[in-house]
């Protein structure tokens, strides 16, 4: 009896603690958001990419904390950008291939801030690493949900109005370019916002877990969607009920958010994939490549 | 699981039981090397112009996690004489004082504190998820009062003039003065906390218990349980609830610790924020103990009003 009114009580106390609202929040914003995007991350291969992203995040939090920034969120999405623009230019003016450039900037920037923590905070840098590498829901403040929110908001509908040129893109970038899409300026735009957006949900699933909110969603639709729209709405959908069930989870359960989130996405993706097989053929194709 | 056993165990071997510890000076100055800031205060004001004292961790390192570089090695094998807090805050120096032969003596500060002296880590809120991980069951941190601070400073002189005979007096005159500051550092906190009591409050490690307990003050829950570890959503509510329980007015963030946690909490829980200083990494100069639990009082006393 005493259980089932401490059970309630969990529950209701999940919704009106502040720092859970505000988790919940940011995932209600940040999860849709990652998946949204991720369709498209998914269609032209750039999961590592945004992998590549999120660790150099390190670095720039490294370098706001040199800088003596109390909050380094804005040295993070700095040199967050910074490496994805090295990244474009290296593809696109040396002969390396995409894989060789992402390995070199990731491990190079995940080394640069390592370094920088721990001449800083002499030998004691653990918890400023830890916070950042498997994310801290406590530390998540009424700004970030607003900006999640605001960048959702605008990628939500940049992309309903740029949809066929980025399925253009995805599918085919020489056609693309022929029917006139400005390859190169989306190209960047895209990158952008995929920048911004890993660098905001870090401080829900963390660095290393971050990708996953981009790439299991799109990958869980994948299995049901017969056409280009359903995938994106219920890539949002799922990123969505993964995002906020995961948190709540983490919440019952006590444990970190980040890990949480990411199996709980799994377990969605392992029932589409069986959800999937009864389905009748699915007359979506992915892109040729 | 002790080691302060241990170290209690290495200071019998290499100093009081070593029949030729005293003729070992050979003409130098003494050298007494000092695990953290607040032993180096005690340890400086005992040596005078007489001794030389140096801390062993760089300015702004903590004590409870630290990795020796060379330097410090040799710092350590250099010294006459080792003072370490004990009580497992130095878990990082048994290993390295396993692989060592030199120290002629090492002290352990807080010897001789009884039972009844040592608070045992409590958890303070009904959380069962915390279990922590340290090498023994008291809270180390006895110099946040300064009268288990005074027994530290008399294991410290009695170390240093039993390897330094020849100038046992200076230290004693030296040790009397400064244990007549703490004295009255002791009697200011008392005077002016008096109308304090039994107020609580919250602080960001579980670091304050011994000075709440000599000024009559309670903690009713602490922001970090385990140094390092951050607080989960459910523990913050836990918290939560111990603040409206106790009807707390203040959390009490540190210098080391994470500001923009204390700040979020303090708005959200209608709380005011304040600062408590630990010592832990205060400045290495010989009254850096008094000014920093004068610094303590202040903020005790403006929050707790």
């Given at each position: 009896?005493?259980?089932?009114s401490?059970?309630?009580?969990?529950?209701?106390?999940?919704?009106?603690?502040?720092?859970?609202?505000?988790?919940?929040?940011a995932?209600?914003?940040?999860?849709?958001?990652?998946?949204?995007?991720?369709?498209?991350?998914?269609?032209?291969?750039?999961?590592?990419?945004?992998?590549?992203?999120s660790?150099?995040?390190?670095?720039?939090?490294?370098?706001?904390?040199?800088?003596?920034?109390?909050?380094?969120?804005?040295?993070?999405?700095?040199?967050?950008?910074?490496?994805?623009?090295?990244?474009?230019?290296?593809?696109?003016?040396?002969?390396l291939?995409?894989?060789?450039?992402?390995?070199?900037?990731?491990?190079?920037?995940?080394?640069?801030?390592?370094?920088?923590?721990?001449?800083?905070?002499?030998?004691?840098?653990?918890?400023e690493l830890?916070?950042?590498?498997?994310?801290?829901?406590?530390?998540?403040?009424?700004?970030?949900?607003w900006?999640?929110?605001?960048?959702?908001?605008?990628?939500?509908?940049?992309?309903?109005?740029?949809?066929?040129?980025?399925?253009?893109?995805?599918?085919?970038?020489?056609?693309?370019?022929?029917?006139?899409?400005?390859?190169?300026?989306?190209?960047?735009?895209?990158?952008?916002?995929?920048?911004l957006?890993?660098?905001?949900?870090?401080?829900?699933?963390?660095?290393?877990?971050?990708?996953?909110?981009?790439?299991?969603?799109?990958?869980?639709?994948?299995?049901?969607?017969?056409?280009?729209?359903?995938?994106?709405?219920?890539s949002?959908?799922?990123?969505?009920?993964?995002?906020?069930?995961?948190?709540?989870?983490?919440?019952?359960?006590?444990?970190?958010?980040?890990?949480?989130?990411?199996?709980?996405?799994?377990?969605?993706?392992?029932?589409?994939?069986?959800?999937?097989r009864?389905?009748?053929e699915?007359?979506?194709?992915?892109?040729?490549? | 699981?002790?080691?302060?056993?241990?170290?209690?165990?290495?200071?019998?071997?290499?100093?009081?039981?070593?029949p030729?510890?005293?003729?070992?000076?050979?003409?130098?100055?003494?050298?007494?090397?000092?695990?953290?800031?607040?032993?180096?205060?005690?340890?400086?004001?005992i040596?005078?112009?007489?001794?030389?004292?140096?801390?062993?961790?760089?300015?702004?390192?903590?004590?409870?996690?630290f990795?020796?570089?060379?330097?410090?090695?040799?710092?350590v094998?250099?010294?006459?004489?080792?003072?370490?807090?004990?009580?497992?805050?130095?878990?990082?120096?048994?290993?390295?004082?396993?692989?060592?032969?030199?120290p002629?003596?090492?002290?352990?500060?807080?010897?001789?504190?009884?039972?009844?002296?040592?608070?045992?880590?409590?958890?303070?809120?009904?959380?069962?998820?915390?279990?922590?991980?340290?090498?023994t069951?008291?809270?180390?941190?006895?110099?946040?009062?300064?009268?288990?601070?005074?027994?530290?400073?008399?294991?410290?002189?009695?170390?240093?003039?039993?390897?330094?005979?020849?100038?046992?007096?200076?230290?004693?005159?030296?040790?009397?003065?400064?244990i007549?500051r703490?004295?009255?550092?002791?009697?200011?906190?008392?005077?002016?906390?008096?109308?304090?009591?039994?107020?609580?409050?919250?602080?960001?490690?579980?670091?304050?218990?011994?000075?709440?307990?000599?000024?009559?003050?309670?903690?009713?829950?602490?922001?970090?349980?385990?140094?390092?570890?951050?607080?989960s959503?459910?523990?913050?509510?836990?918290?939560?609830?111990?603040?409206?329980?106790?009807?707390v007015?203040?959390?009490?963030?540190?210098?080391?610790?994470?500001?923009?946690?204390?700040?979020?909490?303090?708005a959200?829980?209608?709380v005011?924020?304040?600062?408590?200083?630990?010592?832990?990494?205060?400045?290495?100069?010989?009254?850096?103990?008094?000014?920093?639990?004068?610094?303590n009082?202040?903020?005790?006393?403006?929050?707790?009003?």
């Open positions: 009896m005493a259980f089932t401490r059970r309630t009580n969990i529950t209701i106390i999940m919704f009106t603690d502040p720092f859970m609202q505000r988790a919940l929040l995932a209600l914003f940040l999860a849709p958001l990652c998946a949204l995007l991720g369709v498209f991350v998914v269609a032209r291969r750039m999961a590592f990419f945004s992998d590549t992203v660790h150099s995040a390190l670095a720039g939090v490294a370098l706001g904390f040199w800088f003596g920034f109390v909050d380094p969120t804005l040295t993070m999405i700095g040199f967050s950008i910074i490496i994805a623009a090295a990244m474009i230019w290296l593809k696109e003016n040396t002969e291939l995409t894989d060789t450039i992402m390995a070199l900037l990731l491990s190079g920037s995940v080394a640069l801030g390592v370094t920088i923590l721990s001449l800083l905070k002499s030998g004691n840098y653990q918890s830890n916070r950042y590498l498997f994310g801290d829901i406590v530390a998540i403040g009424w700004e970030d949900v900006t999640g929110a605001g960048l959702l908001a605008i990628v939500g509908v940049g992309i309903f109005w740029q949809l066929s040129s980025l399925t253009l893109l995805a599918a085919q970038e020489d056609m693309a370019h022929v029917c006139g899409v400005p390859v190169k300026r989306l190209n960047y735009v895209f990158v952008f916002v995929l920048t957006t890993v660098a905001m949900s870090i401080r829900l699933l963390g660095i290393i877990l971050v990708t996953s909110l981009i790439v299991i969603p799109p990958a869980a639709a994948r299995n049901l969607s017969r056409n280009l729209r359903q995938h994106v709405l219920l949002v959908l799922i990123g969505l009920i993964g995002g906020i069930s995961g948190t709540l989870l983490s919440y019952q359960l006590d444990v970190p958010c980040g890990s949480a989130i990411v199996l709980t996405s799994i377990a969605i993706f392992l029932l589409t994939l069986i959800a999937g009864f389905l009748p699915k007359t979506f194709k992915p892109a040729p490549r | 699981m002790k080691h302060w056993h241990f170290i209690c165990l290495l200071g019998a071997l290499f100093g009081f039981n070593s030729d510890a005293q003729a070992q000076l050979l003409g130098h100055r003494l050298h007494v090397v000092t695990s953290f800031p607040p032993l180096y205060c005690f340890a400086a004001n040596a005078g112009n007489v001794a030389t004292v140096d801390n062993l961790l760089p300015p702004g390192a903590e004590p409870h996690d990795q020796f570089s060379p330097r410090e090695m040799r710092e094998q250099s010294a006459d004489v080792v003072v370490v807090n004990g009580l497992g805050l130095e878990s990082w120096l048994t290993h390295v004082m396993n692989t060592m032969s030199n002629r003596s090492v002290i352990v500060a807080t010897t001789g504190l009884s039972e009844a002296d040592l608070i045992p880590f409590a958890p303070n809120l009904e959380d069962p998820m915390m279990t922590r991980e340290v090498s069951n008291f809270n180390p941190h006895t110099w946040l009062d300064p009268q288990l601070a005074e027994q530290a400073v008399a294991n410290i002189l009695v170390a240093m003039q039993h390897v330094d005979p020849a100038n046992a007096a200076a230290y004693a005159t030296n040790a009397a003065a400064y007549t703490l004295q009255r550092l002791d009697t200011d906190m008392q005077h002016e906390l008096a109308p304090f009591k039994d107020q609580a409050m919250v602080t960001y490690h579980d670091a304050f218990p011994y000075l709440a307990r000599r000024y009559g003050l309670k903690i009713a829950g602490v922001v970090e349980r385990v140094p390092e570890v951050e607080p959503p459910r523990y913050l509510e836990a918290l939560h609830r111990a603040i409206e329980k106790y009807h007015k203040v959390v009490f963030g540190e210098a080391q610790g994470s500001q923009k946690l204390v700040t979020q909490i303090g959200d829980y209608h005011t924020v304040g600062q408590l200083d630990t010592l832990e990494t205060c400045p290495l100069s010989r009254d850096a103990y008094e000014n920093g639990m004068r610094a009082l202040v903020a005790l006393e403006t929050h707790l009003k």
